[in-house]
């Protein structure tokens, strides 16, 4: 049973636009919450991250929201760049200390278009 | 951000042979490594939890004597797949941690490997 969901695989966006990915948990015991950004071949890139005890976090284009109580958060990109174009995943963190441990979701394929 | 080295970046064996990937934090001690696996057009698998100085903790469903974790020092882990099969074929990914505030778990930059 998957933890932590993304639905869309895929999101199509014209460039300048807003780009939205979701993305879905189970587990009430996650602590925090990540966004990376992956390329073909290529290990994921951290993006952005929020803390459980936080509802928003904002880093220049990146937004993430989190909503506890629907156990779904959300990563906004605004304006939207053909380089964002990349698979995008969501992880939340498990457990505490040196034995913490990161649960992935299945990825959303962003494309933003010229 | 902190770098994580992984080695080599793609590697091609022959059936039933073993294969060595290494993963080195270049500019921080890391006391947790992970490995993870990602099929295609899947999500990142996590395969296993390793600090330094002691055994792996690996994932259900993972063979331990098939994918040996080593974490011997607090810059290098290495993963070696024994006795490859074509089904081991796959991309691996290695990230390391330097402490639990350390969020981020920088990754490297991963290693297909191909069974023939």
């Known amino acids: 049973d998957q933890q932590v969901k993304q639905n869309s695989p895929s999101l199509s966006v014209q460039e300048g636009r807003i780009s939205i990915l979701n993305c879905d948990y189970t587990?009430?015991?996650?602590?925090?919450f990540l966004w990376y950004k992956k390329y073909p071949a290529e290990g994921p890139t951290f993006l952005i991250s929020?803390?459980?005890?936080?509802d928003k976090n904002e880093d220049g284009r990146f937004t993430v929201f989190l909503n506890k109580s629907a156990k779904h958060l959300s990563l906004h990109i605004v304006p939207s760049q053909p380089g964002d174009s990349a698979v995008y995943f969501c992880a939340a963190r498990e457990g505490m200390d040196s034995s913490y441990k990161l649960i992935f979701g299945s990825g959303t394929r962003l494309l933003v278009r010229p | 951000g902190a770098v994580v080295s992984q080695h080599p970046s793609w590697v091609i064996c022959k059936s039933g042979t073993s294969v060595k990937i290494e993963c080195r934090s270049l500019d921080f001690q890391a006391t947790t490594m992970f490995w993870y696996r990602q099929f295609p057009k899947q999500s990142l698998m996590l395969m296993a939890t390793?600090?330094?100085?002691?055994?792996?903790?690996?994932e259900q469903g993972v063979e331990k004597d098939k994918f040996l974790i080593n974490h011997a020092s607090l810059t290098l882990s290495t993963l070696t797949v024994t006795s490859a099969h074509p089904e081991d074929s796959s991309f691996y990914i290695c990230s390391a941690s330097g402490s639990a505030e350390n969020t981020e778990a920088f990754f490297g930059q991963g290693t297909r490997l191909t069974v023939v």
């Open positions: 929020i803390s459980s005890i936080k």
């Open positions: 587990n009430s015991m996650f602590d925090y």
């Open positions: 390793s600090n330094e100085g002691s055994k792996a903790t690996y």
